[in-house]
């Protein structure tokens, strides 16, 4: 697998929208399932979306459904997670996550075996 580099993250206030890209050179991106997490200070790595090959198969947390939408785009080897009505709550720095060769999709960090370097999100009040 290569390198997952993940982008777009930023301060914005409460209300406000983001989009986060992960970008990968591997070549099995359209045979990996892809994951965002997010981890706040002193807080385990938190799931927040998942996709497997195609967009027609996401699965989101609790917290950001309806708010939050994941996609890819496999002729670019990228992920997004598309962020809208943040909250405070949502400041945290933001991992994308990948496991290839599988279609199975996961909400735990474990089944995971490819991580970026991470992107701060800030949400101001």
């Known amino acids: 697998q290569g390198e997952l580099v993940e982008s777009g993250g930023g301060l914005v206030q409460a209300g406000g929208s983001l989009r986060l890209s992960c970008a990968t050179s591997g070549r099995t991106f359209s045979r990996s399932v892809m994951g965002w997490f997010r981890q706040s200070p002193g807080k385990e790595h938190e799931f927040v979306a998942g996709?497997?090959?195609?967009?027609?198969?996401?699965y989101y947390s609790d917290s950001v459904k309806g708010r939050f939408t994941i996609s890819r785009d496999n002729a670019k080897n990228t992920v997004y997670l598309h962020m809208n009505s943040l909250k405070p709550e949502d400041t945290a720095v933001y991992y994308c996550?990948?496991?290839?060769?599988?279609?199975?999709?996961?909400?735990?960090?474990?089944?995971?075996?490819?991580w970026g370097q991470g992107t701060q999100v800030t949400v101001s009040s």
């Open positions: 996550a990948a496991r290839g060769d599988t279609r199975l999709l996961l909400p735990t960090a474990s089944w995971y075996d490819n």
């Open positions: 996709i497997a090959w195609t967009n027609s198969n996401t």
